[in-house]
C-alpha cells in the first residue's frame, strides 16, 4: 500500500487543506521550523522510525522531482521490484540544484503546464561535490560555478 507521509511546517498557503482531502496522505505538523530541525532530519528520523523500518520509502520536498533512469516509462513500483530483485534496499537520490544559463530570474516554473523544471533551467554545477557516507547514511553537498548544461526527455 502506497502512502504519503507529509511534515507541514506551519506553511502558510493551501498545502495543508490540499493534503488533508487526499485519502493517502497523513499529515503531521510542526511548530519546529525545518532549520531548526536540523534541515528536516529531525522529522525524516522520527517518520522513519514510526513508519519506515523494513519498508521502502521515498523522502522528497514537495517543490522536488524524483528523476531515475527510464522514469518516462517505469514506474516507482517498478524500480522498487528491480532493486529488491538486487537485493537492494534503498536508492540514495542527491538533490541537484538547477538553474539557467543568464539570468536566475528568467526561469520561471509553477508547475501550471507540460513545461519541466529541467527545460526551463537546464544548468548545473558539474563539479565540487562531495561524498560523505558512513553505515547509516549517504550526503552529498557542494558544488561550483563550472557548470553543464543537461538535456533530458519529458513525457
Known amino acids: 500500500m502506497t502512502r504519503f507521509l507529509c511534515v507541514d511546517d506551519q506553511s502558510s498557503d493551501a498545502t495543508r487543506e490540499i493534503l488533508l482531502k487526499q485519502s493517502?496522505?497523513?499529515l503531521f505538523g510542526s511548530p519546529v521550523r525545518y532549520g531548526e530541525a536540523d534541515r528536516g532530519?529531525?522529522?525524516?528520523?522520527?517518520?522513519?522510525?514510526?513508519?519506515?523500518?523494513?519498508?521502502?520509502y521515498l523522502n522528497v520536498d514537495c517543490d522536488e522531482y524524483?528523476?531515475?533512469?527510464?522514469?518516462?516509462?517505469?514506474?516507482?513500483?517498478?524500480?522498487?521490484?528491480?532493486?529488491?530483485?538486487?537485493?537492494?534496499m534503498h536508492c540514495p537520490a542527491p538533490m541537484i540544484?538547477?538553474?539557467?544559463?543568464?539570468?536566475?530570474?528568467?526561469?520561471?516554473?509553477?508547475?501550471?503546464?507540460d513545461v519541466m523544471p529541467w527545460q526551463v533551467a537546464s544548468m548545473f554545477?558539474?563539479?565540487?561535490?562531495?561524498?560523505?557516507?558512513?553505515?547509516?547514511?549517504?550526503?552529498l553537498t557542494g558544488g561550483r560555478a563550472s557548470a553543464f548544461s543537461m538535456s533530458m526527455s519529458s513525457s
Open 97 to 113: 540544484d538547477l538553474y539557467p544559463e543568464g539570468v536566475i530570474s528568467s526561469a520561471v516554473f509553477d508547475g501550471s503546464s
Open 125 to 139: 554545477d558539474a563539479n565540487g561535490y562531495h561524498l560523505k557516507q558512513d553505515n547509516r547514511s549517504m550526503s
Open 66 to 88: 524524483f528523476i531515475y533512469d527510464g522514469y518516462e516509462e517505469k514506474s516507482l513500483q517498478t524500480l522498487i521490484s528491480q532493486l529488491e530483485a538486487l537485493k537492494i
Open 41 to 56: 532530519r529531525l522529522w525524516r528520523q522520527e517518520l522513519f522510525r514510526l513508519f519506515g523500518i523494513g519498508r521502502w
Open 24 to 26: 493517502d496522505v497523513e
